[in-house]
């Protein structure tokens, strides 16, 4: 009996029953347990490793694990075996796609922190992660008349054989006028070793909020129902739900409640064990390094003031502490992005908290005022202004260092939101490009690409290397290889199309080219540009003025945050522009376009495995990185794309010649002057009859009117934003001139496959394998264990 049959076997055992037989969920939890329970000894080993030496602790609102039963096995080298054990016993590991996944975290930040934990366990460093175990994940999404529609994603309702509860390690965290109890769970991230090594095992350890004291008898008796847990209710809140809508000021304080619990926990609980470990808290600042993941979990620093100072360490000891123990990721330059809160609700929640604040505060004025900068500069740096508290303005301050997530990102933070600190604090400034795992986004998503670079490189040394996939780019130029990989594309294709049908009910057809825009859905990320240029090619086609055009399937993925007008809005049109297509005779036959419901982590393997053409159209200075470009990047797709974020660094590595760049650069639009939209659109018919399906009834909002507010804002502005402040009509002529000459180039399939090759090995640098190692000797100055 081999490893993952003795797995199963105990498994089996705790069942009663054959996994054959054996309810889908019950089987992943007793399977989940046996598995937890075989790598425990490692995993107590890895964690005692990790206390006795310098240790990072990565602070992150969000998590977006994904489904972890296959990336588990994968990473101990069980999945083939545990699959042929599963078949063995009369089922198969299949079965486990309908397990939910843990869905706590909206994008690409908590996906970054996700592959930050899965390279860091692979590169043995001691690296834990700490956030909130939401009850409720990232909503489950449907769509009704072409409407987003929001339901509760209770991912955990069958179990959770992946953490495990630690009772004896709550904490207490404490408001104004609340206590509640912090419960940890631990999620076990196991690093890949290669053939014969074992694992390092890291800890992701998530809180869950609980009352204090669950239930009031006395209040009970009175027949006072819903008082009597009240405590309950209001504990639980804080950690019940991903994001809370936070339009109004109860959603701000459960919002600010919410990032305070976390970090008060984990840092109670960081200090615990170094005590626990050392004995004094003096040496904190050489053991301990956290890394916080955007402003989320910046009130860490004036919460780790007021807990050292409750130690007896005065407060200009317990800053000088803190200064060397924090450092800020930033992801954004759009101000509004960058949180800031009002100095009464923080007062109101957590006055001690803000007290600190108002020191910290002080303490910067003192020093910028002794070294006489000048009154701009001042206003500029203030952590408190305007009556609200600069989070960004914090985190600089009592932080080592800040980094970006691109070259350009942090190059714009340099001359943009944070010109003031770089001209201040050069020297804290780092740019860490962002990664991902060739784990889950080639070895899991893609076995069969994840074999052919094994047959050709003699070994898979790439899952923990992907730089030495540059050694195979030269099989570009050999047919037999590139035959092979087609055949591979075609293959994931293929099994793209056949979940769709299975479960969505739409056919798409495999043989044509997918052109795929799969993120976050935001105004900056211009899915609403590609819905223009679908309907510009549609109208093309049907005007004759396209010819020849390469039949093309167009799909989308993404989730709007549920107040989010503009861009549910969005959505509605782009599965409005499906129906036209869709019914229509004349093209439907050439183009499809289709909106994936409840796109995550699951959908997202199959979606880039499948893809041909990556939609990467962001407005140049706008996103931070991104990561599905990566993704799709390894997996073999071109790029089509501006020169934004990570783009910039995927074309410098795969060669412009191989993927698709248009539109405006950022150099372009600081030198735009009087830029007007309705200009441009009065010079041009085509832009003009694309924006006027906006409101002449070519697809219809059903009377709602947001066609028409999406029409307005980009030709005359709305809220705080100029009209088409993100630059779509600009780009759209020569974004469709782009996507045309791609989808041209694709019917020449040997040419396009090599350019899709030639990307995917040039992926190397975009391994988050690279990224962690840079952190770990550039800024939490850690060595591997």
Known sequence: MNRAEAILSLAENALGQSAANAEVHALHNALGNAVTADILPRWNACRKTHFANRRVCYFSMEFLMGRAVYNNLYCLGLLNDMEEAMQKAGTSLSVFEDIEDAALGNGGLGRLAACFLDSAATCSLPVDGYGIRYRY????QRFVNGRQTETGDDWSKFGDPWSIRKDSEAVLVSYRNQTVRAIPYDMPIIGYAESGNEPHIGTLRLWQAEPVEAFDFNTFNAQDYLAASAET????????????????????????????????????????KHKAQFGTLDSLPEHLAVQLNDTHPVISIPELIRLLMQEGYNFNRSLAMAKQIFSYTNHTIMQEALEKWDCDLVEEILPEIYAIMLQISEQLLTELYANEHSAEQIQALRIIQNNQVHMANLAMYAGKYVNGVAAIHTELLKTTVLKEWYALAPEKFQNKTNGITQRRWLGVCNPELTELFADLSGSKHFLTDLDALKQLSHYADDADVIARFHAVKQTKKHQLAAYILKT???????????????????????????????LWIYYGIKDGTIQNFTPTTFLFGAKSAPGYRRAKAIIKYINEIAKLIDNDPDVRELM?????????????????????????????????????????????????????????????AAGAENNYIFGATVDTLEKLNDYCSRSVMSKNPMIARVMKSLIDGTVSDDGTGEFRELYFSLLDGASWHQPDHYYLLLDLPDYVETKLRALSDYRNTAVFAQKQWRNACAAGPFSSDRTIRQYASECWHIDAV
Request: glycine content about 6%.
């Open 233 to 272: 209710i209001n504990a639980e809140d804080i950690s019940r739900c991903l994001y809370p809508n936070d339009d109004t000021r109860a959603g701000k304080m459960l919002r600010l409640k919410q990032q305070y619990f976390f970090c008060a926990a984990s840092l109670k609980d960081c200090l615990n």
């Open 137 to 140: 994940g990232l909503f489950q």
């Open 504 to 534: 969505e009910g739409v056919q798409i057809n495999p043989e044509s080219c997918f052109d795929i825009q799969i993120k976050r859905l935001h105004e900056y990320k211009r899915q609403l540009l590609n819905a223009f240029s679908i």
């Open 592 to 652: 499809q376009v289709h909106f994936v419901t409840n796109y995550n982590v699951s959908y997202a393997e199959k979606l880039v495995a499948a893809c041909d053409i990556s939609e990467q159209i962001s407005t140049a200075g706008t996103e931070a990185s991104g990561t599905g470009n990566m993704k799709m990047m390894l997996n073999g797709a071109v790029t089509l794309g501006t020169l934004d974020g990570a783009n910039i660094e995927i074309v410098e």
